[in-house]
């Protein structure tokens, strides 16, 4: 999949397992500088997850059963503006590992599980190469999400397994962007501050 580009039909199609990367224009405070994880894409609206929000509540406070599979920092991560009393779990699994015999999850992209928290943690415990809980979701109508992509506020580029697990820290953002290669990589180094450039 190659990374957005400005011009008329240069938009990849978003799919599960596509990361939306906030465009530096983008401000809203919800989204400026976010990475979301794409769990859902359908023709009547779209649901992910802000990957690198982590909160100041930790998951072993408010799930004490998931708390030790929760990948560091064990925060419970801001998944964005919308019903955020509501938790989503994304889960990946280990290589060669299925989901066979486990109840509780529905496969995003493959390593990548949807996780049912009301489900007995013991099971996927041993299958499991980390995961994270999120706190709210980001969510958008139908045909709204096609509309801040196409206005620029969007890149769709394809997510990894390591985007929804890796170290949560301020370069995120930067580090998905890097990897793009030509031009989106030029945009790691925009400043927060254009005016201090």
């Not at 938009?11 to 794409?38: C, E, K, Q």
């Not at 909160?55 to 419970?76: D, H, N």
């Not at 990894?160 to 990897?179: Q, S, Y």
């Amino acid at each position: 999949m190659r990374p957005h580009r400005a011009g008329p039909g240069a938009h990849p199609p978003v799919m599960p397992g596509s990361l939306l990367v906030a465009a530096p224009s983008l401000t809203d405070p919800n989204f400026a500088r976010t990475i979301v994880y794409m769990i859902e894409h359908r023709p009547q609206g779209s649901l992910g997850v802000v990957l690198n929000r982590p909160g100041p509540g930790e998951v072993r406070e408010v799930l004490p059963a998931w708390g030790p599979l929760a990948s560091e920092p064990g925060s419970l991560f801001l998944g964005g503006p919308v019903e955020n009393g509501t938790a989503l779990c994304l889960a990946a699994l280990r290589t060669g590992q299925t989901t066979r015999d486990i109840r509780g999850l529905t496969s995003v992209r493959e390593p990548v599980q949807l996780v049912d928290l009301d489900s007995d943690p013991a099971p996927l415990a041993p299958r499991l190469r980390g995961l994270r809980v999120f706190a709210g979701y980001s969510g958008w109508d139908a045909g709204q999400l096609a509309g801040e992509i196409a206005r620029g506020d969007w890149f769709v580029v394809p997510g990894l397994p390591d985007d929804v697990l890796g170290p949560a820290h301020d370069g995120h953002w930067e580090r998905v962007l890097r990897r793009q290669g030509l031009p989106l990589a030029l945009l790691a180094t925009f400043p927060l501050d254009p005016a201090r450039n």
